[in-house]
């Protein structure tokens, strides 16, 4: 599989350590490349992107809403 994009199950594996070590396993077993996540808060974003940055891998998406009408982010 090339990319595979993780729901936000933050509150539901105990924080990003463990989100990150899974994403970095599925990679490291040549089951995917890419790793993806939807729905994360923007502080959530950069500190899993750091975490990520530091095994030398990278997020490739973040999948969100955004409605240009009423401007709120979902």
């Known amino acids: 599989m090339t990319l595979y994009q993780v729901q936000n199950l933050w509150y539901y594996i ?7 070590e899974g ?4 990679i490291s077993d040549n089951h995917l490349r ?3 996540c939807i729905d994360m808060s ?3 974003l ?5 975490k990520l940055m530091a095994q030398g891998e990278f ?3 973040n999948q ?3 409605r240009p009408i009423t401007r709120d982010w979902a």
């Open 34 to 36: 890419y790793t993806g």
């Open 14 to 20: 105990g924080g990003s350590t463990a989100m990150v």
């Open 46 to 50: 950069a500190k899993l992107q750091r």
């Open 59 to 61: 997020l490739a998406t």
């Open 23 to 26: 994403m970095l396993d599925v």
């Open 42 to 44: 923007l502080s959530k």
């Open 64 to 66: 969100f809403e955004f």
